[in-house]
């Protein structure tokens, strides 16, 4: 796999003012700028602070507090919530915590989680994929290995065929994890090349799920998938941050 590492932060969605400074606070809580149990500055000493209105503050601590990153009540004011309230898997989140060095612990849990739920999805998928589930894998397989995963286009293809799969196990409960799923392999994969190119193809890896899944093969399907992410895992920098105390 050759190329030049992407951009270390995630190409910056067009934001309101709103989101913008959401984005702000969000990245200061999951870092750790902000412990649990902190509060923000009041709507009127924020806003003055950022030199914006009072209602794209609000609308801010709002999105925050969606994520569950925040708890505002009247009266009281905008308290940081501990880790366990946050909504972990929301896109938004995920991209924030990946803007610096993620806690190694945190990053290790996220493989856990991708791992039991996309090995078993794996499994699943080999048993109940249709013809055009295999196409649309083919297809994201033939685009990872004509892009790589060093461009916007070989990450797209990679996702799609990591949706596919979701898709394939036809279980709707499943399927609605692919948002969280997603999040997680876009973060991480650009993560891994922030500061140099992947010094190992997966695409291999990705070829031996998909052929086991094309065989019906629900046992090999789920041990390879298993072994692509466990590969991940190994290829993606330990945080420097590892000894950070966690928030519980």
């Given at each position: 796999?050759?190329?030049?590492p992407?951009?270390?932060?995630?190409?910056?969605?067009?934001?309101?003012?709103h989101?913008?400074?959401?984005?702000?606070?969000?990245?200061a809580?999951?870092?750790?700028?902000y412990?649990?149990?902190?509060?923000?500055?009041?709507?009127?000493?924020?806003?003055?602070?950022?030199?914006?209105?009072?209602?794209?503050?609000?609308?801010?601590?709002?999105?925050?507090?969606?994520?569950?990153?925040v708890?505002?009540?009247?009266?009281?004011g905008?308290?940081?919530?501990?880790?366990?309230?946050?909504?972990?898997?929301?896109?938004?989140?995920?991209?924030?915590?990946?803007?610096?060095e993620?806690?190694?612990?945190?990053?290790?849990s996220?493989?856990?989680?991708?791992?039991?739920?996309?090995?078993?999805?794996?499994?699943?998928?080999?048993t109940?994929?249709?013809?055009?589930?295999?196409?649309?894998?083919?297809?994201?397989?033939?685009?990872?290995?004509?892009?790589?995963?060093?461009?916007?286009?070989?990450?797209?293809?990679?996702?799609?065929?990591?949706?596919?799969?979701?898709?394939?196990t036809?279980?709707p409960?499943?399927?609605?994890?692919?948002?969280?799923?997603?999040?997680?392999?876009?973060?991480?994969?650009i993560?891994?090349?922030?500061?140099?190119?992947?010094?190992r193809?997966?695409?291999?890896?990705?070829?031996?799920?998909?052929t086991?899944?094309?065989?019906?093969?629900?046992?090999?399907?789920?041990?390879?998938?298993?072994?692509?992410?466990?590969?991940?895992?190994?290829?993606?920098?330990?945080?420097?941050?590892?000894?950070?105390?966690?928030?519980?």
């Open positions: 796999m050759t190329g030049q992407p951009s270390a932060q995630t190409p910056t969605r067009a934001l309101r003012l989101g913008t400074i959401a984005r702000k606070l969000g990245i809580i999951v870092s750790g700028q412990k649990p149990g902190d509060l923000l500055n009041s709507e009127i000493a924020a806003s003055e602070q950022l030199a914006v209105s009072r209602t794209a503050y609000r609308e801010a601590v709002r999105i925050l507090a969606a994520k569950g990153l708890d505002a009540r009247p009266k009281v905008t308290r940081i919530n501990p880790q366990s309230k946050w909504n972990l898997l929301d896109p938004d989140v995920l991209e924030w915590t990946f803007e610096s993620p806690d190694l612990a945190l990053l290790n996220l493989f856990e989680l991708r791992n039991m739920v996309e090995s078993a999805a794996a499994g699943l998928a080999a109940r994929r249709s013809a055009a589930h295999l196409k649309a894998m083919r297809a994201a397989l033939d685009g990872m290995a004509e892009y790589t995963l060093a461009t916007p286009e070989g990450r797209q293809a990679d996702l799609d065929f990591h949706t596919t799969l979701l898709e394939a036809d279980n409960f499943i399927i609605s994890l692919t948002s969280g799923v997603s999040a997680a392999i876009s973060t991480t994969t993560f891994k090349q922030r500061k140099r190119p992947l010094r193809d997966p695409l291999p890896d990705h070829l031996r799920v998909f086991a899944i094309a065989a019906k093969d629900a046992a090999k399907a789920q041990k390879a998938m298993s072994e692509l992410i466990e590969l991940a895992r190994a290829d993606t920098p330990s945080s420097r941050r590892s000894d950070r105390r966690r928030v519980e």
